[in-house]
């Protein structure tokens, strides 16, 4: 049972428009973490949300968690070729300190020039 | 500025066979851990330790065997390969403790496996 599901799976875009990635779950998580991963790498760590109805920005990226902190969005304006590549949530449910991450199911993203 | 670093970076085996996958961290962190990476299915945990002599199971951990003699090294054993372990496997560790900031994760390159 994936906890995190995220939508759409894949997204082909033009460069210049807008989008928006949807992470969701029945669960609540004390913190939502967005990665992005590259071919060939590691995912990377792009944002943190702790708060329900947090918003944080990125240059044109921008985070929202959900006001239940079930659900998280990712949204990018005017797409760029180098924003391609997985965009993974990871969702921390609270452990005593030591808080497992779980991952969603991922969206794999194209920017075309 | 190594992080953390998992060798190999590619390997086949054939069904039946044994082998471990590296990983060691520089960071000094307590958490480690190993996941799977399959299309469509994200990041699935393996096993995970929170520090020297402490390890889990994930939530896909058949098959698979860890231990943790430092707080660097977090090798993972492949006892029997099967073809369903045929995936892409990642190491990641990270510090520990209360706050949500302490839960980034710092990922290796990966470790693509194909067991024929």
């Known amino acids: 049972t994936q906890l995190l599901e995220q939508s759409p799976q894949f997204l082909s875009i033009q460069e210049g428009e807008n989008l928006t990635v949807y992470c969701n779950s029945s669960?609540?998580?004390?913190?939502l973490q967005w990665y992005r991963q590259e071919p060939g790498e590691g995912p990377v760590l792009l944002v943190t949300?702790?708060?329900?109805?947090e918003v944080k920005k990125l240059k044109r990226l921008t985070f929202q968690f959900g006001d239940a902190r079930k659900d998280s969005s990712l949204h990018i304006t005017a797409a760029q070729p180098g924003d391609t590549g997985l965009y993974l949530c990871?969702?921390?449910?609270?452990?005593?300190?030591?808080?497992?991450?779980?991952f969603g199911t991922g969206t794999r993203l194209t920017i075309i020039p | 500025n190594a992080g953390v670093t998992q060798t190999p970076k590619f390997q086949v085996l054939k069904t039946g066979q044994s082998m471990t996958l590296q990983c060691a961290q520089d960071?000094?962190?307590?958490?480690m851990s190993w996941y799977r990476q399959d299309p469509g299915m994200g990041l699935r945990l393996i096993h995970y330790?929170?520090?020297?002599?402490?390890?889990d199971q994930g939530e896909v951990p058949n098959g698979y065997n860890v231990s943790r003699s430092t707080t660097e090294d977090f090798p993972l054993r492949l006892l029997s390969a099967a073809p369903s372990q045929t995936s892409v496997y990642f190491c990641?560790?990270?510090?520990?403790?209360?706050?949500?900031?302490?839960?980034?994760?710092?990922f290796g390159q990966g470790t693509r496996l194909t067991v024929v």
């Open positions: 960071m000094n962190h307590e958490y």
């Open positions: 949300v702790v708060t329900g109805g």
């Open positions: 990641a560790s990270r510090s520990t403790g209360q706050g949500a900031m302490n839960t980034e994760a710092f």
């Open positions: 330790s929170v520090g020297a002599g402490i390890t």
């Open positions: 990871a969702g921390a449910r609270p452990n005593f300190g030591n808080e497992k991450l779980t």
């Open positions: 669960s609540v998580f004390s913190s």
